[in-house]
């Protein structure tokens, strides 16, 4: 992974002095909060519902065991014992003292991490493929150009004031693990015929209020003119992107308004200015960024299959045990470039007894031995809010399950029901309109029956405390929006998102529920769903064929004391 030279180190540590002095004029009352404000944001500090809050980036979703201890103690020693992964590769503490922050960002800096851009009108954390360098599907590995672009959009001056909050992902395999297309800018990195890495890219997708998947606006770019071609693309933004309203500032408006032939053509109007010049990537650069992705140091090993698997460590495991390693092999165990190794996935998603995403400082500690012992001592964090061990000899898988299972992390719920992406929701943010985490809660509960959600097979469902969408809840299959109704919280259902290749934006069923009908309402379209199916046909496929009515007429008619009204009233709107 990138290890940091003299001048990223100097910077982070520069900011951490700067941040220290502006901590201490706001306690003492010589900066205003108006004035602060602005510069706990550059740093990922906010104020949330009961306390601040701070986010810290993880570039790209790769970090080291010795971080994650890092991480670890912080939240030991300045927050309430966890940590909370988010879908966006970051980890956020809920906790957070003003007067402590200054010390968190040393504590950050002394193992090459920081809170830069983590929030603000920048260039947010750019985020990439959990199973980069590792997946059997890739095409190329992203990352080199992933920290390329990380270190070229750091503190750009240009960019540090954009119309609103801008994210990228990149994507190097033929799966999409990234949600590529729901971001300001998606770039896919694949070989061109004659053997040279370019980049198709895609713009103005997001979610929020007004969810849009992004356009094709370049294709077969060499990954050297990145740095211009993605400058012209900010400029345009920069320009004509809207300051007038904070909810219609996301590029997705502007490439809407334009259109993307129009977008794409005053991108490469600015761009034909700026291609030549000095900003874009050398072969020196990618070398030398690209020696710190090296493969570690495999073994020469047998492949093995998961029934070759499971056969060979029969003899060592109970009839109880082997079905809960059987399952974990299928949902949780992906497969390696490298014969002989595995991918594997902690789960961060126990039925109901902590939030999704959330991790102890017991369980941040004993991750971080569990990827010494058993990967190199490397992790990844997905979007979907889990922890990945990347690089595990298939012969050790069961070491690592046993390990892993004492501190809970073993749940063979990858993919399925109850591995729910949830935002902290009104629990801690101030911008929620609703709780998403106890809604998470009863929805695990109520389905906790294992053998039940294999037989469901996969099927994502998303959480959302607000319109803002940090749950991901427009591309869940089944997705929940808490929205508030003259100070009540309510929830509205979406049914047809999916992330991936075939990424596609939920609709809403109609109107919203009471939070105690949330479990009730999912079982009903988990019931029209086994009823309707054929054979092992997935959910999402499902509801493409059956179309949203006999889900909603499900939701609405069997659930709640309005849900005859509801169901009455849905059809009205659906009419009008």
Known sequence: MYKYDQIDQTLVDQRVSQFKDQVERRINGTLAEEEFRPLR?????????HAYMLRVAIPYGLFSAKQLRTLALIADKYDRGYGHFTTRQNIQYNWVQLEQAPDILAELAKVEMHAIQTSGNCIRNITSDAFAGVAADEYIDPRPVCELLRQWSTLHPE???LPRKFKFAINGAKEDRTVLLCHDV??????????????????????GRTPILGSPIKQDLPWQLLPSYLT??????????????????????????????????????????????????????????????TKPAYKTLPAL???????????????HERIGFVRWLERNVRSHQVPGYASVILSLKPHATAAPGDASTVQMNAIADLSDQYSFGELRVTHEQNLVLADV?????????RAAKKQNLVLPNIGLLTDIIACPGGDFCSLANAKSLPIAAAIQERFDDLDYLHDLGDISLNISGCINSCGHHHVGNIGVLGVDKDGEEWYQITLGGEQGNDASIGKVIGPSFYANEIPDVITSIINTFVKNRTSDEPF???YRRLGVTPFKEAAYLNNGKHGKDKAAQSEKLVAE
């Open 540 to 542: 999402i496929e499902a």
């Open 159 to 161: 960019f540090a004031y």
């Open 186 to 207: 998606g770039i896919e990195l694949k070989k061109n015929t004659h053997g040279d890495l370019v980049a198709d890219l895609y713009a103005g997708g997001g979610m």
């Open 41 to 49: 944001l550059q740093n990922g500090l906010y104020h949330q519902r």
């Open 393 to 401: 000899e298939q012969a050790q898988l069961l070491d690592l399950w």
């Open 232 to 293: 012209a693309l900010l400029r345009v933004y920069n320009r004509f992107g809207r300051r007038d309203n904070i909810y219609k500032a996301r590029i997705k408006i502007l490439v809407k308004a334009l259109g993307p032939e129009e977008f794409a053509r005053q991108v490469e109007g600015e761009w034909i200015h700026i291609q030549e010049g000095n900003d874009n990537f050398t072969q020196a650069e990618w070398d030398r960024v690209a020696k710190h992705f």
């Open 305 to 319: 299959s998961n029934a070759q698997l499971a056969t060979q460590f029969e003899s060592q495991l109970d009839s």
